[in-house]
């Protein structure tokens, strides 16, 4: 991660309020199975923000449900690094699988210093703890996900008889569909198991602020009317959740679902209604 994307993500929802919970409250139960959304969830909002977006499931890059025991929208646990003790793994799982999740995310950006940051050995090494949960594991998700780090984890993988049952994957390229579907394909006969996708905006990371960001909101609208179709009628993609930007960030801002007073953009909409 080269930005600190989620904290972005955090100050957006400080404007999320009563807007997003009349448009998600008696919706949550629509949309497409395979949707789901990423979400810092240290403010207020975040289950507005579910609802409204009519997530069939989210996580928020910790092990650790954010709260809301009547929340419908199911939690998917995630290892955010290394994991220094057994208990809290399968204390999570516990609580997922009680809630009818039988999924547990893997590391996170293990490939960039300012996330998870691990050596590829050293992830390999915990990854037995994850196992001793039962739960379907998904490989860490890499900003690389067709990189060296990713390559070599997978073959330690193979080499050591671990368990992977799907690739996590980040994009945050142009809007280039038939670039993105041709990628999907190749990491999946690569490392031949399903994908999450669990991570992907459009960004421009040269931008310093939205309205220098060379992809403009109309051109992202019609990139997701596009792709979201086809994600739906791939088989070996699981899972996938769009990151929701704040609305003043530069490199994703034209990416945004909500704007800066929590009401869906044409985005948000166009992600609700997925």
């Given amino acids: 991660m080269i930005l ?10 400080s404007a999320l309020g009563s807007t997003a919970t009349l448009q998600g409250r008696d919706s949550a139960r629509s949309g497409s199975a395979k949707k ?7 403010r207020d909002g975040w289950e507005d923000a579910l609802l409204a977006l009519r997530c069939k499931w989210f996580y928020n890059w910790n092990l650790k449900h954010p709260g809301g025991e009547k929340m419908t929208v199911p939690h998917v646990p995630m290892v955010w690094k290394r994991p220094w003790k057994q208990e809290p793994l399968i204390v999570a799982a516990k609580n997922a699988r009680a809630k009818g999740v039988k999924e547990l995310l ?6 960039e210093d300012s996330q998870a940051d691990m050596k590829v050995a050293t992830a ?7 196992e001793k949960t039962g739960m379907r594991l998904g490989s860490p998700g890499c900003v690389h996900p067709d990189g060296d780090w990713m390559k070599q984890f997978m073959a330690g993988v193979e080499k050591r008889g671990l368990k992977v049952d799907f690739v996590c994957v980040h994009s945050y390229g142009g809007t280039d569909v038939d670039a993105f579907i041709k990628r999907l394909g190749e990491v999946q006969r690569m490392f031949r198991r399903p994908i999450w996708i669990t991570e992907f905006a459009v960004g421009d990371w040269d931008a310093k602020s939205v309205e220098q960001n060379r992809h403009r909101p109309d051109q992202v609208l019609r990139y997701m009317e596009t792709l979201l179709p086809m994600l ?3 088989d070996f993609i699981e899972r996938y959740a769009w990151f929701p930007s704040a609305p003043d960030h530069g490199p ?22 997925a």
């Fill in 106 to 111: 893997g590391f996170n950006e293990p490939d």
């Fill in 252 to 273: 994703l801002g034209t990416s945004a679902l909500f704007d800066r007073e929590g009401k869906l953009t044409r985005l948000g909409e166009c992600y609700r209604d």
């Fill in 232 to 234: 739906d009628r791939m």
């Fill in 124 to 130: 390999l090494d915990a990854w037995p703890m994850l």
């Fill in 4 to 13: 600190n994307r989620r904290h972005w993500l955090t100050l957006s929802l």
């Fill in 36 to 42: 789901g959304l990423g979400i810092a969830a240290k």
